[in-house]
C-alpha cells in the first residue's frame, strides 16, 4: 500500500506542476514575453490548457463571477493542497500502522 500512496503523491505534485505552469505561462504571455506563434510555445500552452480547462471549467461554475479575474487555477491549487494534507495524515492506513 506504501507504493500506492507514493503513487498518489506523485501525481498530485505533477498535477501542481501543471498549474503552476498554467499560471506563469499565462502571465507570460499576457505581458508579451512569450508568443503563442512560435511553435513551441503555442503547442505547450494548447496543450496544458487542454489537460486543466475541463478542472477550471468546473471551478468556474460554482465561483461567482469576478470581473476580469479568474480564481479556479488558485481553487485548484489550494484543492490539491488539501488532499494532500489529508493524505499526509492519513498515511498510517496505507503503511498499516
Known amino acids: 500500500m ?3 500512496y507514493q503513487i498518489i503523491m506523485l ?3 505533477i498535477a501542481w506542476f501543471f498549474v503552476i ?3 506563469i505561462m499565462s502571465w507570460l504571455i499576457n505581458f508579451q514575453v512569450l ?3 512560435q511553435p513551441l510555445v503555442g503547442n505547450i ?5 487542454r489537460l486543466l480547462e ?3 471549467a468546473k471551478i468556474r461554475t460554482i465561483l ?4 476580469g479575474l479568474d480564481l479556479a487555477p488558485l481553487v ?3 484543492g490539491l493542497m488539501i488532499i494532500r494534507i489529508v493524505l499526509q495524515n492519513n498515511a498510517g492506513l496505507f503503511f498499516g500502522y
Open 64 to 67: 461567482p463571477p469576478m470581473g
Open 35 to 37: 508568443n503563442l506563434r
Open 11 to 13: 501525481l498530485l505534485d
Open 45 to 49: 500552452w494548447y496543450g496544458i490548457n
Open 54 to 56: 475541463p478542472v477550471y
Open 2 to 4: 506504501q507504493s500506492l
Open 76 to 78: 485548484a491549487l489550494i
Open 21 to 23: 505552469a498554467h499560471v
